[in-house]
Each structure stands twice: as C-alpha cells, then as structure tokens.
C-alpha cells in the first residue's frame, strides 16, 4: 500500500470536521463499515455523530477535497444496528483501493494511539502534541512518534531460476521471496545479506532495489530487491522456513496475493527471466 492519488496528508485537525469527513473508527484492530459484506462502506463523520459513537480523533488528510480521520474508540464501544468491524485483511479486494490505503495508514495511526498512552521512559500519561503527530510527555518531555519498522524482502536469482521458500505459516503450496526485518546497527542491504545467510545459508550479490510497500502488520515497511546468487548450499533453516527451493522462471508454485509487493516482485522477475530465455544467444 502507498499515498493514493489524490491525497494529500495532513494532521492538523479543523476546529469542526465538516459532515462528510470519512471517518475510519477502530475498535481494537477492527474498523467500523456498513454495506454488504462485498461492499462495505465508510462512515462519515456526521452518521458517527448520530450513531452516538466517538473516541479520539487524528486528523489523515484530505482524499480528493474530502477530509479522512482515524478515530480510537474506546474497547467498550457499541456496534450500532447496520453496522459492523471488521479486520483490515477482510477489506481486501472489496474497498476501493484508495480507501484500503487510508484504512491501513488509519489502523497505524491508531494502533499507536492506543499503544502510547503513557510515557516509555516515566510513566506519566502522554498528550497529544501541538503541531505534530507525537505524544509528548509533561513530566519529562519525551516525545513518541508512530512507529515505522523497515524490513527487506528479497528474491534471489541463479540463471533463469528463482529462489522461494515457505515459511511454516503459509497455506499449503505457496511460496514467497525471503523477508526479514532490519536489526540495529544494519543498512538494508547488511540485512539482506544475514537473513539470506541465516534462512537459506547462502551468499548473494548484484542486490538491485524494485519497490517499497506500506504493510500495516502491524507497521512494517516493506523495501523489495532482487539479487544474484553467489555461492553456498541451499540449508533451509527450519524454524523460519520450512521449505526453500530454486523453481524454473516459466514453473513457479503458488505465489502471495496480487496484494501484495512480494506477488509484483515474482512477476516483475519472471517477466524479465521470460524476456532473456525469449532472446537469441
Ligand atoms: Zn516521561
């Protein structure tokens, strides 16, 4: 997920949110729709007035004119007849891309809200600071701000053959490029290095950057390379990956959902293995 079109971030909350302020609630990680199951729909600020329904707010920005807020409703919060939360992952596909986007950036907004009620360093309860999206602390002064966790993903290629795993978790049958987080200490690409050294035990060079996606899981930031092999023996490790293997470029398994930038970075990668194995020697 990324900044859609059309939108342009701010936080600086208006003195009155006009009416129709689409207004992304979340009760714990769960955001208020209404509409059909296939067709859910955001409220807007003024049907969250008359539902009786509010918590904190802080303010996203504007989507095409119209303003956005995420809103942090108390855990006892109602749900209200017609109305319904539900979890992030089950509006895939069925929000309308832009509305997804400010959903996802909404629940990281909250989930931070939620998460910093009191100060890291002293304990004192936070507030909400002037000017900027932090806490601050009145006792000491410590300032929070949304967290932001980078973490590569990277597939690897040896001739015209790709690198995927499996991580225990997966469904049956899908693979998917290596990930992992940044450490302390660690540029993108020393993290591309251990974590192919520590997941599958091989060396990789020629590291090139593709793309980067917001995953709001809880607040990661997902940046996508591709690499060469280098040298090594593929040695699974087997309590993060349950199943690495090099798969021909026109025979790869299940991959990840379209959703998803590891799914754009197969393609992309097939797409080029497919052009070279197209071209005369
Ligand atoms: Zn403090």
Known sequence: MHTPEGFTPSHALPAALPADTLAFAFRDAKVLVGGADDAPVVPRASELAGLGIGGDRHYLGELDGTGCVAIHLPAE???????RYAGLRSLFFRLPEPLLAIAAR??????????HRYCGRCGTPTRDKQG???????ACGYAAFPRVTPAMMVLVTRGRELLLA???RFPPGMYSALAGFVEPGETIEDCIHREVREEVGIEVGAIRYF????WAFPHSLMIAYTAEYAGGELTPDETEIAEARWFAWDAVPDLPPSISISRRLIEATVARLAGEAARPC
């Open 211 to 214: 793309a980067s996606q917001s």
């Open 106 to 115: 909404a629940f990281q907004v909250v989930e931070w809200d939620r998460t």
């Open 132 to 138: 900027e999206r932090a806490k601050e602390c009145p």
């Open 166 to 168: 499996r991580a225990p």
């Open 77 to 83: 919060a109602r749900e209200p007849e017609g109305w």
